[in-house]
Each structure stands twice: as C-alpha cells, then as structure tokens.
C-alpha cells in the first residue's frame, strides 16, 4: 500500500504467513470482499487503536483474556525462539533494527523441567565427546 511506502522499496518488509494466518485473512476478506484494506471500517482502514479496541471488545464477548497488540508481539518473538528460530529472523519479523530490543522482547517460555532436559542433554552430550578426546 502506497501509505506503507518510504523513502525507497527496499523499506518494505515481507514476512511469511502461517496457514492459520492465511485462513484469517481470507475469511476476512470474504466478510469485506469489496474493501481495498483486509480490516476496516466505512471504507477506512483501522487505525492502531480501533485495532486495539475491537480486539479488547472480541475477547471480552468471547470471554478469554485480552492480550494486546504489543504483548502478542513479545509472545511470537518468545514462541520463534523457543522453536530454534535464529534473533536475525526474528529481527526481521518484528520489523526491528537492533537486535538488542528483539532480545528484549524475548522471554523463555520452557518449563522448568524442560529447560532442566535441555541442560541435561547439552551438557551430558558434552562430557561424552569430551571423555573421546
């Protein structure tokens, strides 16, 4: 969209969607098939805070906790890096220049018997090629 522009095209960002993501853009295109943007109202896109504000009503009839835009940005960027995603993708995902704030955004999301395997295997495939040696 010609207001995401900046100062050249190599400022866009592209990042891959999920099958699950794909399928909540489709359905909602389907309810606005005729919308020139996927979320928007009266012929105008939603601005941050209409996002924000039709999210907390959404969750509120649905009856689950509302998690704002921000904070589900923090939980993607822990889910990535839980997976084994390497910072400089997840970086890119979030749109972020320094990899320091990616890192800030990132909480471990292992329990503490997990992260306690994860010890275990790491530093007991260590003692074994060091005893080969």
Request: hydrophobic share 30%; glycine share 2%.
């Amino acid at each position: 969209m010609e207001h995401l522009k900046k100062e050249n095209d190599s400022e866009y960002h592209f990042i891959s969607l999920t099958n699950v993501a794909k399928d909540i853009i489709r359905k909602a295109r389907e309810l606005n098939p005729n919308d020139k943007f996927i979320f928007e109202r009266n012929g105008e896109r939603l601005t941050a805070r209409a996002v924000t504000y039709w999210l907390s009503k959404y969750c509120r009839d649905a009856g689950i906790t509302y998690k704002s835009p921000h904070c589900t940005r923090r939980t993607t960027a822990s889910c990535l890096s839980t997976e084994g995603m390497p910072l400089d993708k997840i970086r890119d995902i979030l749109v972020q220049v320094d990899e320091r704030t990616t890192l800030s955004y990132i909480c471990n999301l292992n329990t503490e018997q997990e992260k306690l395997d994860i010890m275990n295997k790491a530093l007991n495939s260590s003692n074994k090629k060091n005893k080969k040696n």
